[in-house]
């Protein structure tokens, strides 16, 4: 079989199960509420309609507002093509399908070919459900309150371009993860774990410890916040800002994650034997 026989194998399985819209209308109403709260918030706070003369300006300059807003969709969103790569490769290890995935595709570098492939279209299918609810929801808002949406800076598309890529490297990551861990329950649990507490701690720590951010900032949120160009918890204090890698390192970094779990789930778990 083909890459592109293997490739349209592996979308028509994602796509005749629920869990590829499930996860997508969860991402929707999960950064859509976020951003548009948050915009609703910030807007309300540079008008002066929230607060009156007791709040003395907004948490952040209104200049800086569309491309926090905006960069939600990564800042926050990322779990979930990350999940979808995942889910992608451990379905088949649950539901016992991975032999006949194999029979009809001999060639093992082929029938995960197929899965990359189809992990770039679903994370550029996320992207788009994201940027809907950040930049459409989220800069809707801004433009309520008469904030600039910064949607004619080329600036800002660039940086929407970027968040589209990284989308992609997130859905190769889950690839890469669900390749190596065969167990469904253990790859997810252990990739909610490590993006939603462990990486979030430690990038916490090195925001107050001097030394550690050198060490954090290579670490995958880290490094897609950098591909990306802005991130909430970098504007609000949350790490030493403006220190960090380039846009193409914090690519490059995310990149070099999928390829090395990628090669390294090829050779240790990919190529066993299926019962």
Do not use: C
Request: hydrophobic share 55%; glycine share 14%.
């Amino acid at each position: 079989m083909s890459l592109v026989n293997a490739s349209r194998s592996e979308l028509t399985k994602q796509f005749t199960t629920a869990i590829w819209w499930v996860l997508g209308l969860v991402l929707l109403v999960y950064v859509g509420s976020t951003a548009g709260g948050l915009a609703a918030t910030f807007g309300a706070l540079a008008t002066g309609a929230l607060g009156g003369d007791a709040v003395s300006g907004p948490a952040l300059p209104t200049e800086m507002l569309p491309p926090v807003i905006y960069s939600l969709a990564t800042a926050v969103g990322y779990v979930f093509p990350l999940l979808i790569g995942t889910l992608l490769v451990t379905n088949e290890f649950r539901h016992k399908t991975l032999t006949p995935t194999f029979l009809a595709t001999p060639r093992r570098g082929i029938a995960l070919g197929g899965k990359v492939v189809a992990g770039i279209l679903m994370g550029l299918l996320y992207a788009v459900v994201a940027l809907v609810a950040t930049v459409g929801l989220g800069g809707g808002l801004l433009a309520v309150f008469g904030i600039d949406t910064a949607l004619g800076s080329a600036e800002t598309w660039a940086m929407i371009g970027r968040m589209v890529i990284a989308f992609v490297l997130w859905a190769l990551v889950g690839i890469a993860v669900g390749t190596l861990v065969r167990n469904q329950v253990a790859a997810v649990v252990g990739v909610l774990a490590f993006t939603q507490f462990i990486e979030p701690i430690l990038r916490t720590v090195g925001g107050f410890v001097e030394g550690v951010s050198g060490i954090t900032e290579y670490l995958p949120g880290a490094a897609s916040d950098a591909l990306v160009g802005a991130s909430i918890y970098s504007s609000l204090g949350g790490e030493t800002a403006a220190v960090g890698l380039h846009w193409w390192a914090g690519g490059l970094v995310l990149l070099g994650y999928a390829v090395v779990l990628l090669v390294i789930g090829y050779a240790v778990s990919w190529r066993r034997d299926v019962s």
